[in-house]
């Protein structure tokens, strides 16, 4: 007995040791599923520290799964519940690879692939590369992490397509596509070097959410993608850049869906074309000219008074399907900031526009379509009512107190004769009325008992326009 104990303790040992050194476990269950030890050989589960290979057959992972790398050089491994990827093992080329997914193997993510890195290990780290056939489907989510490594290197021209969300978090380099790359749902990257490369093509056909926060490393400033290639952003995509474009020469950038620029001119490296068919949102003014034959949204120059046509307001094309909705006060809200001509590019801002130093237009590229709001910034505030020949504007100065208030405000407006009526109207943060008094010199206004406590604003009007920038009135209850 005291001998098969001793036996049994023998074993357990080895095979924790074993585990721990990092085994390779192979599979050579045919068809089957990833948590029966008798589906791989040796005839163990693979674990954290353990390298899964698949040279063949249908894999499923069952409800949570844990390795330190993947070699799939053939068959079909598809992600039924959780599989964490800790990759810290190099293969034989001296790569570190978290999926190594090979020519003729096929990855079908159904649901979550989660990767970590501990930045312990060295060489050169990819977590996905992919040369045979990578899916994620409408439920999968995958979400990668780590400083050091490339998040996914798509080296395949046999297919990348993504449906579901990838999120790549604080990677070096956030998708490298050497080959077609086919987005239709939601890609969200942080990177610290590059977003996206392209050599050949990246076709977004729905919505690549790309944001990276980094703008400033070391010194020097960190490039968003490099498109060496065809990058496309389909009609119903919406792609968002705030760090740097690079086209190089005879590379190509097709906007047909919405984009959005936000970066410094010395950020832009347009090399090579640039069309856009679709609704392009310049926020900085920073791109040189591009092919455009639909709308581009870009700041406005010089004085711009109320009630003053502004000609040509956006730069627009040809496309008789871009049409322009509407000019809001607001990124959110519902007020609105004037009218627009869509025959004659002219808006004419309204008195809700006094004072704001941005507008936000929203587009929509066809019949149908979805919709963007695109910011449009002016180098000066709007400016109030002017009056006279001479176009002297008329100054108002309005003092509320208490602020922040509960219950009652006091309001004063100076540049008003003391005979005039004039209306104070309180707003919350969508433009909704939610308090109204008329005035003469001094008024009281009444804070509905109703109100949660938040930022609201306070605007003035006279003989029904707005004479002033609102005033910002934080209620406290």
């Known amino acids: 007995m005291k001998s098969l104990k001793n036996t049994l303790i023998i074993a357990l040992v080895l095979s924790i040791s074993g585990s721990l050194s990092g085994a390779t476990i192979t599979w050579i269950g045919g068809n089957g599923n ?226 959005f620029i936000d970066y410094s001119a010395s950020q832009s490296l347009i090399n090579g074309a640039f069309n856009n068919t679709g609704s392009l949102n310049d926020v900085h003014g920073t791109l040189p000219t591009i092919n455009n034959t639909s709308i581009i949204a870009r700041p406005i120059s010089g004085t711009i008074q109320y009630n003053i046509p502004i000609p040509n307001a956006l730069a627009k094309g040809n496309n008789p399907g871009a049409t322009v909705l509407i000019w809001y006060t607001t990124p959110t809200g519902n007020v609105s900031a004037g009218s627009y001509n869509n025959s004659t590019n002219v808006f004419t801002p309204n008195s809700n526009a006094i004072g704001l130093s941005s507008l936000f237009v929203r587009t929509r590229i066809n019949a149908g379509g979805n919709t963007a709001r695109h910011e449009v910034k002016f180098d000066n505030p709007i400016q109030p009512i002017v009056s006279g020949e001479d176009h002297q504007v008329e ?47 001094q008024c009281q206004m009444a804070i509905p008992y109703h109100l949660v406590s938040g930022v609201y604003f306070l605007t003035i009007e006279k003989d029904g326009e707005q004479v002033q920038a609102p005033t910002q009135i934080r209620v406290v209850k």
């Open 34 to 259: 990833w948590d029966m030890p008798n589906n791989w050989y040796p005839f163990q589960v693979p674990t954290f520290n353990d390298v899964a290979v698949i040279n063949s057959g249908n894999v499923f992972t069952g409800v949570y799964a844990r390795v330190n790398r993947i070699e799939l050089n053939g068959g079909t491994l598809t992600v039924n519940g959780i599989l964490n990827v800790h990759p810290t093992i190099a293969n034989s080329s001296g790569k570190i690879h978290g999926i190594d997914i090979a020519d003729g193997a096929t990855f079908i993510n159904e649901y979550q692939t989660l990767f970590l890195e501990t930045g312990s290990s060295s060489g050169f780290k990819r977590f996905i590369f992919n040369d045979g056939t990578f899916l994620n489907q409408s439920n999968g989510y995958i979400n990668i992490n780590g400083s050091s490594f490339t998040g996914i290197h798509n080296y395949s021209c046999n297919s990348f397509t993504n449906y579901g969300i990838i999120e790549l978090n604080q990677v070096n380099t956030g998708i490298y596509a050497v080959c077609d790359t086919y987005n239709y749902g939601q890609i969200h990257i942080s990177s610290t070097n590059n977003a996206i490369g392209v050599q050949n093509l990246f076709y977004n056909g729905s919505s690549a959410l790309v944001n990276a926060s980094n703008s400033i490393v070391g010194g020097s400033t960190t490039s968003f993608i490099n498109n060496y290639g065809v990058f496309s952003n389909r009609p119903d995509g919406r792609l968002y850049i705030q760090n740097r474009l690079w086209l190089t020469p005879n590379s190509t950038l097709n906007n047909q869906g919405h984009m």
């Open 395 to 441: 100054t108002y100065q309005i003092t509320a107190f208490p602020n922040p208030a509960s219950e009652l405000l006091n309001i004063e407006v100076r540049g008003i004769a003391n005979d005039e009526m004039y209306m104070a109207r309180l707003t919350n943060t969508l433009g909704q009325t939610v308090a109204v008094t008329n005035c003469i010199d």
